[in-house]
């Protein structure tokens, strides 16, 4: 059966992680009981009988000192009280281990299957819960069905389980009559103990059973529509249109960036007027000129106004201007290929800036400077 929200659409889509994150935090995550169940009566009857001569030892123990008493104590008003005492010291030290694996043994088994969760409005009272026609919903809902068929099935397993080995082991009890008392006791305790550990080792079917059930039910009731997805998307990842604004102020805030890099150029090449690209090179801390600033039409156009203003040798070359264009990206060094190239541009500007400061013959701008056929783009 497909579930469906208040709206009557079908809940199609599995759960995103959103979804499972924001169930967590409200205390729904996958819980089974039959394991819970299973793990503490499995692990606590096998932590008994194997704990049974260590536990037989101190009650001898205990009961032994409760019933000697030394003549002086008999007259004695507090000396009741005193053994008393001494007895449940006993007592609660010899079950500390036991009681300690079983806090362990049931904080781990009901974290085993959703993980650890606390959360508050879990633990809110709500008085919705106390609604008598709310709780005969839940007993006749298809769950309460299905927790009836489990106590059915468990009840049948075990008690089939334990007819079967009463009548396997009737011949071992029939004996016990032919053995002497203290032999008799430890054979029975022995038949009681290893009987009990195979009866509830039938637990482990029904949490078989039960652990992918309930973590099928869970993601089943965490469904979502088509709808409520797409608007989960729009909750996270932002509304196209706010998106769309916000790629927008980044590009102007990258552009800004990037403008403010153009007077430090030392050359501007340029298509002349579709593209032009800002080359900066320092000969004591780069292996190769990098481009500081690229664009093209109207922002090439703004590189070049820039450079004038800063007085920027801007260079016209075509085919050099379009191959750094497509194959380098900002803030990157020019391929090994284009080196020559733009060697012969930076000596010419060079030449240029000695001209400027201290005179002398006017260098001529370099023509045909030689770019590789795999990075033309004419």
């Known amino acids: 059966m497909v579930a469906e929200n208040q709206d009557g659409q079908e809940k199609t889509e599995q759960p995103t992680a959103k979804r499972l994150e924001d169930a967590k935090k409200k205390g729904q995550i996958a819980r089974s009981r039959e394991l819970n169940t299973m793990a503490i ?9 194997v704990m049974s001569g260590q536990l037989g030892n101190g009650l001898k123990e205990i009961m032994t000192n409760g019933f000697s008493l030394e003549r002086g104590e008999l007259f004695h008003d507090n000396s009741i009280f005193i053994h008393l005492r001494d007895a449940v010291q006993q007592t609660f030290l010899s079950l500390v281990p036991f009681f300690l694996l079983m806090i362990i043994v049931a904080v781990g088994s009901s974290v085993a299957l959703g993980g650890l969760s606390i959360s508050s409005e879990a633990l809110t009272p709500k008085l919705d819960k106390l609604s008598p026609l709310k709780g005969l919903k839940r007993i006749f ?15 049948s397993l075990i008690g089939g389980v334990t007819l079967l080995l009463l009548w396997s082991t009737l011949e071992d009890y029939l004996l016990l009559h032919e053995m002497d008392l203290p032999q008799a006791v430890d054979h029975l305790g022995g038949l009681i103990g290893w009987s009990v550990i195979l009866i509830t080792s039938t637990l482990i079917l029904v949490a078989a059973i039960d652990v992918p059930f309930q973590l099928w039910e869970h993601k089943r009731q965490l469904k979502m529509t088509r709808q409520e997805v797409r608007d989960e998307m729009k909750e996270t990842d932002g509304r196209p249109e ?48 990098k481009l500081v600033a690229k664009g093209a039409d109207l922002l090439a156009f703004n590189i070049r106004k820039i450079a004038q203003e800063a007085q920027v040798p801007v260079v016209e070359s075509p085919v050099l201007a379009r191959a750094i264009y497509f194959h380098t990206e900002l803030n990157e060094t020019i391929p090994a290929g284009l080196y020559l190239a733009v ?5 010419y500007v060079f030449q240029l800036k000695v001209y400027r400061t201290d005179g002398g013959d006017i260098p001529e701008e370099p023509e045909d400077l030689p770019v590789p056929e795999e990075y033309r783009h004419d």
């Open 242 to 289: 706010v998106k769309g604004r916000i790629r927008q102020l980044q590009r102007e805030m990258a552009q800004r960036r990037m403008m403010q890099e153009v007077p430090k150029a030392d050359v501007i090449v340029t298509n002349p007027s579709h593209y032009a690209v800002a080359l900066h090179y320092d000969p004591d801390n780069m292996i190769a000129p």
């Open 343 to 347: 060697a012969k541009l930076l000596a």
């Open 141 to 155: 809902s298809a769950k309460g069905l299905m927790e009836l068929f489990k106590a059915m099935a468990k009840f």
């Open 41 to 49: 009566t499995l692990i606590g009857v096998v932590a008994l009988v």
